[in-house]
């Protein structure tokens, strides 16, 4: 089944390392990470709540429709679609290939595709894991050894 992504979670997945909202939010983040991991999965870009949304929507106060994430979406599918030479709009379908996901982690430590974190809660967290080359994050720990 195709994982649907809203354009910026492909960065927040970069960085994911086993931590978040709630227990719930984190296992299903978790799943999804060890599916992109097995390597050449396809997202579908989303412009609303996504695969990775899905645990908080029963909350009426979650973050998720609120316009200041909108514009996050809107900034990391700019920056993204110029890094990767392909628009991200709603229904783009992206292979993440190692060498995909790769030239993401570079851009992203170059700080380049990171227009999106502006005043996001996690960005000292961010910073940490991409200054230490994501070195604890799910995604580089799930890969296969040949990836
Ligand atoms: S700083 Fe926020 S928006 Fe940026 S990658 Fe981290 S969690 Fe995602």
Redesign the pocket.
């Known amino acids: 089944m195709t994982i649907r992504l809203r354009p910026?979670h492909l960065?927040?997945m970069l960085?994911f390392a086993g931590k978040g909202y709630s227990p719930e939010f984190i296992a299903n983040f978790e799943r999804i990470i060890d599916r992109i991991a097995s390597g050449n999965q396809t997202v579908e870009i989303t412009f609303a709540p996504d695969d990775i949304c899905a645990p908080l929507l029963a909350d009426a106060s979650c973050h998720c429709r609120n316009t200041s994430v909108s514009t996050?979406d809107t900034l990391a599918a700019e920056s993204l679609g110029q890094l990767l030479q392909q628009p991200i709009e709603t229904g783009t379908h992206l292979t993440l290939t190692a060498a995909t996901l790769d030239r993401m982690r570079h851009a992203f430590q170059q700080g380049t595709i990171?227009q999106?974190?502006k005043g996001?809660q996690?960005?000292p967290l961010?910073d940490g894991i991409a200054a230490s080359n994501f070195i604890d994050t799910r995604l580089l720990a799930s890969r296969p050894p040949h990836n």
Do not use: D, Q
């Open positions: 910026h960065l927040c960085t996050r990171r999106a974190c996001c996690w960005v961010c």
